[in-house]
């Protein structure tokens, strides 16, 4: 919320923030909640990541935790505030290494989210039509 206060001293406009490594920082997800009242996005990036994260002072969730985490946000109506995303910055996540590789978040996220009950069109607006409109410049 401190970074959020700086950036609305400064004059951002909160509505083009885009808050990443959310799972690794916030732990609670009314604290989420919040900073998605605030006019900011939110992005769930560590997919894959199933390991402890030593800079953390809490347990990042794992895949299950953070599918669940986004289906609550969804429910509580901050569909418009959600990216979905995954980190590829080490070698050990490329398939060849024995990580999830590129194509995790399509191959196996997308699939357990629709047995939780986050429908298609829930989906494609995380994937397509949130970064669509966050990372489109508007005219100058």
Same mark, same amino acid.
């Given at each position: 919320?401190?970074?959020?206060? @700086?950036?609305?001293?400064?004059?951002? %406009?909160?509505?083009? @923030?885009?808050?990443?490594? &959310?799972?690794?920082? @916030?732990?609670?997800?009314?604290?989420?909640? /919040? $900073?998605?009242?605030? =006019?900011?996005?939110?992005? +769930?990036?560590?997919?894959? +990541?199933?390991? +402890?994260?030593?800079?953390?002072?809490?347990? @990042?969730?794992?895949?299950? =935790?953070? $599918?669940?985490?986004? /289906?609550?946000?969804? %429910?509580?109506? +901050?569909?418009? /505030? &959600?990216?979905?995303?995954?980190?590829?910055?080490?070698?050990?996540?490329?398939?060849?290494?024995? =990580?999830?590789?590129?194509?995790?978040?399509?191959?196996?996220? $997308?699939?357990?989210?629709?047995? /939780?009950? &986050?429908?298609?069109?829930?989906? %494609?607006?995380?994937? &397509?039509?949130?970064?669509?409109?966050?990372?489109?410049?508007?005219?100058?």
């Amino acid at each position: 919320m401190e970074i959020l206060e @700086v950036l609305e001293e400064e004059g951002a %406009d909160l509505e083009r @923030v885009i808050m990443c490594h &959310i799972e690794r920082t @916030v732990s609670q997800l009314e604290s989420v909640e /919040k $900073i998605a009242e605030r =006019g900011c996005s939110i992005a +769930y990036d560590m997919f894959g +990541y199933e390991m +402890y994260y030593p800079y953390s002072r809490f347990d @990042v969730p794992n895949d299950a =935790g953070r $599918i669940n985490q986004v /289906k609550r946000l969804i %429910d509580d109506g +901050y569909l418009d /505030k &959600i990216l979905l995303s995954h980190d590829i910055d080490m070698k050990i996540r490329l398939t060849k290494y024995g =990580g999830y590789g590129y194509g995790h978040l399509l191959n196996n996220i $997308i699939p357990r989210m629709r047995l /939780k009950g &986050i429908t298609d069109a829930q989906i %494609d607006q995380m994937l &397509i039509e949130n970064p669509m409109r966050l990372l489109t410049f508007p005219d100058l």
